[in-house]
């Protein structure tokens, strides 16, 4: 399985970007697909996940402001972020669990990655 983000850029705060994650390959042996992103200096976070047949989950810093869909016919799944904050600012990762997990949290249960995004909020 592969996967390529795209979406990324530089955006003023308080304004929005959708980020987009392709899949290819095996995609029937994926369930979950999650965000993360890394910032400088930071270790890497989960997030918002979500499976096969639509369930999602969030971390409790973007709840509300981010939403995450996938459009299982285009073998995408996007990450649609509104109200960025320059905390925001960091390199955005899709990545994809097989079929032997649920919506996992686990970081090692996301098998495959994709290249990451830089996505750059100034005040």
Known sequence: VQLQASGGG???AGR???LSCVLSGTVRSINAVG???QASGKQRELLAAITSAHSTDYHNSVKGRF???RDNMKNTV???MNSLKPEDTAVYYCAAAPRTHG???VESEYIYWGQGTL???SS
């Open 35 to 37: 965000w993360y992103r």
């Open 67 to 69: 939403t995450i869909s």
């Open 78 to 80: 996007y990450l649609q």
């Open 16 to 18: 929005s970007l959708r």
């Open 103 to 105: 919506l996992t949290k």
């Open 119 to 121: 996505v750059t909020v």
């Open 10 to 12: 530089l955006v003023q």
